[in-house]
């Protein structure tokens, strides 16, 4: 691996993932001679969504990807809340159920401090993701912690060969009846396989870590970005590696904006079975 050290060092790791002062992350503006910017599509026109419009949509995330995601199915005044939970779950648990609990405890803890937001009202929709990069030998992978860290995540992956991207997503919202717990929860887990080019140079992956394009993502790399460089190909849903599996993620709100009516018929016949039993 060569040894040479640029003029000016990188970034710290705690300093890659914060936005720099001044920048555009849409990029430089237009000249006001240039062309006008496309026009955005419209948003889709799907009752769950429109069942949202003008409400509060928390995002308890503060990952620009994840954002700009939702901003294409039309979520675009988002309310950014980061969770407070402090995702040190056991690495004991299935990579699945660590990811899924991770999640899903984030959602609950944002859903749970704006609940009663006294100045801004209740959400309507609390939406919460975590992703991991699982290794071929099943090592939970999150973001890098130093250079040295992050040089020995890429070079792990590069070696090995495929592993996966696993994402899980939590969305909340409250109920309008007094039906225990308050609110509807669902989750999903979506995995993609990710295979390494096998040819990355350790002068590759050395250039690249020195970018820190990678040191605020799962696994040490963004597929989105110049991480793609060290990919020979995925199997399975691309932005689910860039952070969040977006066809899913519509199915969730759509399942807890508009709940199948049956389900909900089935629920109160039960009730009133059980309401009979007790002879009330």
Same mark, same amino acid.
């Given at each position: 691996m060569s040894n040479s050290i640029p003029s000016e060092p990188p970034p710290s790791y705690e300093d890659a993932h914060r936005p720099v002062p001044g920048l555009n992350r849409a990029g430089p503006a237009l000249s006001p001679r240039g062309p006008p910017p496309p026009r955005a599509p419209l948003p889709l026109n799907l009752p769950a969504l429109t069942l949202l419009r003008g409400k509060r949509i928390v995002l308890a995330s503060q990952s620009p990807r994840r954002r700009q995601l939702l901003a294409q199915i039309g979520l675009v005044n988002l309310e950014i809340v980061p969770s407070k939970f402090a995702e040190n779950l056991p690495k004991t648990l299935s990579p699945f159920e660590y990811v899924l609990q991770t999640a899903t405890e984030k959602a609950m803890d944002v859903y749970q401090r704006e609940i009663d937001n006294k100045e801004k009202g209740e959400p309507a929709l609390v939406i919460a993701a975590d992703t991991v990069v699982i290794s071929h030998r099943g090592r939970i992978l999150e973001k890098p912690r130093s250079e040295a860290d992050? #040089?020995?995540? !890429? *070079?792990?992956?590069?070696? &090995?060969? *495929?592993? =996966?991207?696993?994402? +899980? @997503? +939590? @969305?909340?919202?409250? !109920?309008e009846s007094a039906k225990d717990p308050g609110y509807a929860l669902e989750t999903h887990v979506e995995e993609t396989a990710v295979k390494f080019d096998a *040819?990355?140079?350790?002068? !590759? #992956? !050395?250039?690249?870590?020195? *970018?820190?394009?990678? +040191?605020? =993502? +799962?696994?040490g790399y963004g597929i989105q970005t110049a991480g793609t460089i060290l990919i020979e190909k995925i199997d399975g849903s691309y932005d689910n590696v860039v952070g969040l599996p977006l066809r899913p993620t519509l199915k969730l709100i759509e399942k807890v904006m508009m709940p199948d009516d &049956?389900? &909900?018929l089935a629920d109160d016949d039960d009730e009133f079975a059980h309401s009979d039993d007790d002879g009330i």
């Open positions: 992050h #040089i020995s995540m !890429l *070079t792990m992956l590069r070696d &090995e060969g *495929t592993h =996966k991207v696993c994402t +899980a @997503v +939590a @969305v909340m919202t409250p !109920l *040819t990355v140079t350790d002068d !590759l #992956i !050395l250039a690249y870590v020195r *970018t820190r394009d990678g +040191a605020d =993502k +799962a696994g &049956e389900e &909900e």
